[in-house]
């Protein structure tokens, strides 16, 4: 794709959000974060200059050599992986925009240490493990409204924003549906979150619709 088609390509990604976001409501507004873990800094250069400005990693240290290479640009990044308790120093060191991926209170408590000793908050999202897979991470949906509490009260230097979660691996909409539908419904319950986190480049519109007001789309912006 040239500059020109790449442009018109993206131009219809935005489209296909706004027609769902406005679905919901003309008042709810969607933020799109990039997730660029497969993808260059040049990929990403090309998707600022058409103004995407926020981008999501999952490994600190590609979070590192990308922002660090691309330090020139007025970008907001974003941690999305999984967080190893001895990269939580690295992650620090980037200090990222988002951190959306918490998945247990140990790692909170961890992350709470290393806050206080540096002194700094981080904005991060919990992340939900909604539809109960094995092969994912974050917390499991009964006890997910306990433990965000519990980290408000505990780990003053963990400003929770919100809920992260991946839809249900399934073929099946209405699987995918029904686990974003119970994410959105304990964002809601807790009243003082602002940031839903759901929808990638395979159900983002599905999402949207359930509620969302943050996605996360990596494949469908970096086409190969
Ligand atoms: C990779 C990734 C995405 C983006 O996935 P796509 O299906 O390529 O859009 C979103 N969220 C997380 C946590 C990811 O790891």
Known sequence: MNIEEYKLY???IIRRVEFARVRVSGHHIVKI?????YSTTEEIEALYKVGQRAFGENKVQDLKSKSN???DLPLEWHF???????????????NPDLFQSLDSIEL???LQKKLHERDMTLDTLLQINSAKEESKHGVMPEVAIDIY??????????SLRGVMSIGAHSEDKAVIKK???LTHAIYKELGDASICSMGMSGD???????GSNMIRLGSILFPK
Not at 33 to 37: E, L, Y
Not at 204 to 210: D, S, V
Request: with cysteine; charged share 30%; proline share 2%.
């Open 108 to 110: 909170a408590n961890e």
């Open 69 to 71: 290479e691309l330090e």
């Open 204 to 210: 983002f519109e599905l999402a949207i619709e359930c």
């Open 10 to 12: 993206i131009d219809n």
């Open 33 to 37: 974060v990039a997730i660029s873990k």
């Open 80 to 94: 999305v992986g999984n967080l190893q308790k001895n990269k939580i120093n690295n992650l620090l060191d980037i």
């Open 179 to 181: 686990s974003f539908e």
């Open 149 to 158: 509490r519990k980290i408000q009260k505990e780990c003053p230097n963990i």
